[in-house]
T-cell receptor
């Protein structure tokens, strides 16, 4: 079974530029998560999708961040414009269903550096 | 105060040593994850447990629900065990996963 796929693995951009990250969850997993992980910290949830519906986006900075999960499969997270403080690892995870404690599986992450 | 606390923050060991990483939490949970993160890499789930003890190879995880405490043990540590180990809990009644800050383990040959 293929794991969670993310691309790109690394991205370096100048501030004020746009950037996009892509995630393909494990087949059959209806719940998809985007996390941001700052250096030396644990991941923090940005947004959670159940199928194509964003059910928790309370921590997503909506002035510059947007996300979509068309057709309830793969997802894109965008930042426009990027700021220096956005430098972090962006992790995608998926699980078979939400509710209860179904195990989350994580992708390799995208390390973003904003200069 | 963080809902999930790990100790120690950093740990250096010699190859072959027995290692213990601790996790305490202050909320009701339905399950607890131990995760491993290598530098530049993604996160791998080691264990998910809600009671008792689980073992996989040289790794052992235990949880005490009454004391709200879990431990991850590594026997016969090896340099390839060097990574950040993260404790995360599912808060009771929700799908939300709350993470500790991680313990950075370095095992020297």
């Amino acid at each position: 079974e293929a794991g969670v796929v993310q691309s790109p693995r690394y991205k370096i951009i100048e501030k004020k530029q746009p950037v996009a990250f892509w995630c393909n969850p494990i087949s059959g997993h209806n719940t998809l998560y985007w996390y941001r992980q700052n250096l030396g910290q644990g991941p923090e949830l940005l947004i959670r999708y159940e199928n194509e519906e964003a059910v928790d986006d309370s921590q997503l900075p909506k002035d510059r961040f947007s996300a979509e999960r068309l057709k309830g499969v793969d997802s894109t997270l965008k930042i426009q414009p990027a700021e220096l403080g956005d430098s972090a690892v962006y992790l995608c995870a998926s699980s078979r269903t939400s509710g209860g404690t179904y195990e989350q599986y994580f992708g390799p992450g995208t390390r973003l550096t904003v200069t | 105060k963080n809902e999930v606390e790990q100790s120690p923050q950093n740990l250096t060991a010699q190859e072959g040593e027995f290692i213990t990483i601790n996790c305490s939490y202050s909320v009701g949970i339905s399950a607890l994850h131990w995760l491993q993160q290598h530098p530049g890499g993604g996160i791998v789930s080691l264990f998910m447990l809600s009671s008792g003890k689980k073992k996989h190879g040289r790794l052992i995880a235990t949880i005490n629900i009454q004391e709200k405490h879990s431990s991850l043990h590594i026997t016969a540590s090896h340099p390839r065990d060097s990574a950040v180990y993260i404790c995360a809990v599912y808060k009771g009644g929700s799908e939300k996963l709350v993470f500790g800050k991680g313990t950075k383990l370095t095992v020297n040959p």
